[in-house]
T-cell receptor
Framework: AQSVTQLGSHVSVSEGALVLLRCNYSSSVPPYLFWYVQYPNQGLQLLLKYTSAATLVKGINGFEAEFKKSETSFHLTKPSAHMSDAAEYFCAVKRGSSNTGKLIFGQGTTLQVKP | EPEVTQTPSHQVTQMGQEVILRCVPISNHLYFYWYRQILGQKVEFLVSFYNNEISEKSEIFDDQFSVERPDGSNFTLKIRSTKLEDSAMYFC???????????FGPGTRLLVL
C-alpha cells in the first residue's frame, strides 16, 4: 500500500528565507511523486512531479524537489520565499506508469510567509 | 491554457436530497477522477473513470455515489441521498493518455444540512 506523510502541518518563514516542506512516502513499487499547491479558494495546481527520470526536479515559481530513494523522501524547497508563496502544499504519490492510478495525498502543509 | 471547470462552486442541500456535481474536463483528456476533501482532512480519492466505465473506486464510493459522462464534455458525480458527513470540497481531475499528471478543477464546496 502507498502512503504519504508530510511533516509539519504549518510552516512559517520570513520573506526571503529558505522554504523546506517535508514529504516522506511509502510505496511497494517505484512511485510517481507530485507536489501540488492550493491557493485560497482555488483548486490544486501542479508544482512539479517526479516520474523516474532526474532525481532533482524543478517546478514552477522557483520550487524544486529531490527524490531520495534511500530516505523515501521528496522534500520541496525554494531558496527564497515570496509573500505570494503563502498557500497550502500537498505531496502526493501515485502507482507508477498507470494512467488510471489514484493519487494518494499527504495531509498538507500550510506555508505562512512573514514580511 | 485549458483547464478543468466545475459547477456549482458552492452547493447547500438538505440531508437526504440528491445532488449532482458537474465537471468539464480538459477537452482531449480521457481519464477522469473525483476526489474530496473534508474540512481539515486529506484530499481523498473517490473514483476514476475511463472509456465510459469506472476504473477504480475507493471504499468511500458506495452505492450512494455514481458517476456519468452524459455527453462528450461533462463528467458528473451524483450523490443519491446526501448525509451530513458528505459535506466536503469535491474536486474533479482529468488526465490525458500516457500522461501521469492529473489536472484539478477549482472544486465544489458541498454543505449538507
Amino acid at each position: 500500500a502507498q502512503s504519504v506523510t508530510q511533516l509539519g502541518s504549518h510552516v512559517s518563514v520570513s520573506e526571503g528565507a529558505l522554504v523546506l516542506l517535508r514529504c516522506n512516502y511509502s510505496s511497494s513499487v517505484p512511485p510517481y511523486l507530485f507536489w501540488y499547491v492550493q491557493y485560497p479558494n482555488q483548486g490544486l495546481q501542479l508544482l512539479l512531479k517526479y516520474t523516474s527520470a532526474a532525481t532533482l526536479v524543478k517546478g514552477i515559481n522557483g520550487f524544486e524537489a529531490e527524490f531520495k530513494k534511500s530516505e523515501t523522501s521528496f522534500h520541496l524547497t525554494k531558496p527564497s520565499a515570496h509573500m505570494s508563496d503563502a498557500a497550502e502544499y500537498f505531496c502526493a504519490v501515485k502507482r507508477g506508469s498507470s494512467n488510471t492510478g489514484k493519487l494518494i495525498f499527504g495531509q498538507g502543509t500550510t506555508l505562512q510567509v512573514k514580511p | 491554457e485549458p483547464e478543468v471547470t466545475q459547477t456549482p462552486s458552492h452547493q447547500v442541500t438538505q440531508m437526504g436530497q440528491e445532488v449532482i456535481l458537474r465537471c468539464v474536463p480538459i477537452s482531449n483528456h480521457l481519464y477522469f477522477y473525483w476526489y474530496r476533501q473534508i474540512l481539515g482532512q486529506k484530499v481523498e480519492f473517490l473514483v476514476s473513470f475511463y472509456n465510459n466505465e469506472i476504473s477504480e473506486k475507493s471504499e468511500i464510493f458506495d452505492d450512494q455515489f455514481s458517476v456519468e459522462r452524459p455527453d462528450g464534455s461533462n463528467f458528473t458525480l451524483k450523490i443519491r441521498s446526501t448525509k451530513l458527513e458528505d459535506s466536503a470540497m469535491y474536486f474533479c481531475a482529468s488526465s490525458e493518455e500516457g500522461e501521469e499528471t492529473q489536472y484539478f478543477g477549482p472544486g465544489t464546496r458541498l454543505l449538507v444540512l
